[in-house]
């Protein structure tokens, strides 16, 4: 009776409500649009009621926020704090330097696409998005929760090798353990 | 028959102070966000955390004395909640208090932290370790006027059982509170430092610290901790209840009282800042220790 | 203000002859000077006339006259006068004599000069990285480095929207509104 396909759904959909009604936020800001992150969660525009607060260290995070540009050189250390989180696990790119280059098209040390090097669950579009628009983008995550497809976690999983060999190509020094999940 | 009965009783006190517990948590959160001119999370946040936190895959590998870390924290919560008496006359929720004895509490809820500190410590996170060494010298501060007014209270009616000094409140009609008033200013006082809010949340502060001693625990870990922390919370006011309220005679006199007890940490807690830890330690070996000699003098001469 | 300039100039003429000067309006003055007495006229500047504040270093990059131009702006809490110190170093193969112990934080400035533009210091003591980790390209803040052209080599990027449109153009059709009078030298 556990095993059957009937009580496997039940299951999730209460593992699913539970997830999208409590999300614990890295507090980690990559780039410029991590000025955008304390006015969503302090009082005017409160995050702290769908259930998002802050988590300290990326073993308690669920989400990790992508806010900005990401150059070389914390490309190496946020793969390493991605690796580090606990399944199951999602990216927000934050602003439009994630989408396409942004301001810094024409930068020799930006990173422009970031779904290339990390699996994207949900883009929020502005140069700096306001924290209306960063609200909408949780809830749109928790929509995707809430269907079961926010799976960046699995995608990186079976893809490893593809992603391994785009962040090698351009962080030559290589010095990271392996990804065991 | 009995020894089911038994076992059955204690499963469902341990139910109830982890339902207790955590609906306290989430109601605290619910007045904070409310002092600082927001709305908050539903009360019932803090399960719906937890079942978040039990549904993660746990993929840290640190060595068998990391996981046995929040292990000994849990265990620890659950056998101090066996020797303390939840309510005046036993009934469901008698469990081992008849053999109550205050000093062995005091050694036992010290376990805790220790277990936490060796699990700690063997993940090599500079943070874990200077979280725990924080966290010890804090407890050097807090235990002393602690101490001091349980003395106060065992010189002054000559027993050291709960259940002994339940039944003298009972007998002379007035709660201890009254009787010894200074060893009850000073057990507050201590109060303060045992909750870790706000001003003495030096130890697990997530901006200053990466959250001390919890910063390599996640999913099921974190788990165990969160409800055993809330097990815990239950644990310190039920027993200041019963020590110096006159314990309760229902489960419903019993939540009113550990809320109105509860809301002194928390209130004096939402508009404090952080001390350090020498500021905290001072603090605690000022006016709480001037009450504990209080109370200890009151209690030899009365 | 004009005498305090022209009594400054009148002593630095008298030490350095050859040194050409350029008076700016405000508390500005330049000075330019050859490589070879840099080291003196900084210490004397310093020590006798009481400029005592390095308030930079900056670099000019000459890509048609083949230099490059490393300016010092020095600030007299007393005088209350600005005084910009440039020196012009040959492109091909740029050497520059190193000020680290006449002020300490000139140190920094040389570090990023010499990671960004490639200017070699004698006697600079410093690790070698300053800014980009394990960088291998040319000094990328020099003229002639395309950067547009090295970022479409390195990384990925996103192809454009068939349906893309001109932002400023639709926006003035969106919104439909006025401009005030006061504005429109701004808008097309």
């Known amino acids: 009776m556990i095993n059957d396909k009937n009580t496997q759904k039940l299951v999730d959909v209460i593992q699913n409500w539970a997830r999208k009604h409590s999300i614990w936020v890295l507090a980690y800001g990559t780039g410029c649009g991590a000025i955008e992150i304390p006015p969503t969660m302090t009082s005017r525009y409160d995050a702290e009621r769908l259930g998002v607060r802050g988590a300290a260290t990326p073993r308690q995070a669920d989400v990790l926020l992508i806010t900005g540009y990401l150059t070389t050189k914390t490309l190496k250390r946020v793969i390493r704090v991605y690796e580090q989180m606990q399944d199951p696990k999602y990216v927000i790119g934050f602003g439009s330097c994630t989408i396409n280059g942004g301001m810094y098209y024409d930068s020799y040390n930006t990173i422009k696409v970031l779904d290339k090097y990390l699996p994207v669950d949900v883009y929020i579009n502005g140069c700096m998005p306001r924290p209306e628009a960063v609200l909408a983008g949780f809830g749109k995550l928790q929509e995707l929760i809430a269907a079961g497809k926010a799976?960046?976690?699995?995608?990186?999983?079976?893809?490893?090798?593809?992603?391994?060999?785009?962040?090698?190509?351009i962080i030559p020094n290589w010095v990271m353990p392996d990804y065991n999940w | 028959?009995?020894?089911?009965?038994?076992?059955?009783?204690?499963i469902a006190t341990v139910i109830l102070a982890f339902v207790v517990g955590m609906t306290y948590g989430g109601i605290v959160r619910k007045i904070t966000a409310r002092v600082q001119n927001r709305k908050g999370p539903p009360w019932y946040q803090n399960f719906i955390d937890a079942y978040k936190l039990y549904s993660k895959s746990t993929a840290i590998h640190h060595g068998w004395m990391h996981r046995m870390g929040?292990?000994?924290?849990?265990?620890?919560?659950?056998?101090?909640?066996?020797?303390?008496?939840?309510?005046?006359d036993g009934g469901w929720f008698e469990n081992l208090t008849f053999k109550g004895d205050l000093i062995f509490l005091l050694y036992l809820m010290v376990l805790g932290a220790l277990g936490m500190a060796l699990g700690a410590g063997q993940t090599g996170n500079p943070n874990s370790a200077i979280g725990v060494t924080?966290?010890?010298?804090?407890?050097?501060?807090?235990?002393?006027?602690?101490?001091?007014?349980?003395?106060?209270?065992?010189?002054?009616?000559?027993?050291?059982?709960?259940?002994?000094?339940?039944?003298?409140?009972?007998?002379?009609?007035?709660?201890l509170m009254f009787s010894s008033p200074f060893a009850f200013i000073a057990a507050v006082l201590a109060m303060l430092g045992m909750f870790r809010y706000s001003p003495f949340d030096i130890v697990g502060a997530p901006s200053e610290l990466a959250s001390g001693p919890v910063s390599e625990n996640g999913g099921k870990y974190l788990f165990t901790m969160m409800s055993s922390g809330s097990i815990y919370a239950f644990v310190k006011l039920t027993l200041y209840v019963d020590l110096f309220m006159g314990g309760a005679d229902n489960l419903i006199i019993l939540v009113v009282k550990t809320f109105t007890l509860y809301m002194i940490p928390v209130l004096y807690g939402i508009v404090s800042p952080r001390y350090r830890t020498e500021q905290a330690v001072k603090f605690f070996w000022g006016w709480p220790l001037f009450f504990g000699l209080l109370a200890i003098l009151y209690a030899v001469i009365f | 203000m004009q005498e305090l300039k022209q009594k400054l100039t009148a002593n630095i003429k008298a030490a350095y002859p050859e040194i050409k000067e350029k008076d700016y309006p405000g508390n500005r003055l330049d000075f330019t000077v050859d490589k070879q007495y840099l080291v003196s006229i900084l210490t004397y500047l310093k020590e006798s006339l009481g400029y005592i504040h390095l308030s930079h270093i900056a670099c000019v990059d000459w890509l048609e006259e083949g230099e490059f131009e490393v300016i010092f702006i020095l600030w007299s809490p007393e005088e209350k006068l600005k005084v910009f110190l440039r020196v012009r170093v040959d492109r091909e193969n740029p050497v520059m004599p190193n000020v680290d112990m006449i002020w300490r934080q000139a140190n920094t400035y040389e570090r990023e000069m010499r990671e960004m533009f490639g200017i070699q210091f004698e006697g600079l003591e410093a690790p070698e990285e300053f800014v980009l980790e394990d960088w291998q390209?040319?000094?990328?803040?020099?003229?002639?480095?395309?950067?547009?052209?090295?970022?479409?080599?390195?990384?990925?990027?996103r192809p454009g929207r068939e349906d893309a449109l001109d932002v400023r153009e639709e926006i003035i059709k969106r919104s439909r509104e006025e401009i005030p009078d006061f504005a429109k030298k701004y808008s097309r």
Request: proline residues 5%; aromatic residues 12%.
């Open chain 1, 151 to 169: 799976d960046g976690a699995k995608k990186y999983k079976e893809n490893l090798d593809w992603y391994r060999e785009n962040q090698k190509r």
């Open chain 2, 1 to 10: 028959m009995e020894l089911i009965l038994n076992i059955l009783g204690a």
């Open chain 2, 70 to 88: 929040p292990a000994f924290l849990m265990v620890t919560s659950v056998v101090t909640l066996m020797f303390i008496p939840v309510l005046n």
């Open chain 2, 134 to 175: 924080r966290g010890l010298s804090q407890m050097v501060g807090f235990e002393i006027p602690w101490v001091m007014a349980l003395v106060a209270l065992m010189i002054q009616y000559k027993t050291t059982s709960i259940t002994g000094l339940m039944e003298v409140q009972q007998e002379s009609g007035t709660w």
């Open chain 3, 137 to 157: 390209g040319p000094p990328p803040m020099r003229r002639d480095f395309d950067t547009e052209s090295y970022a479409n080599e390195t990384f990925f990027h």
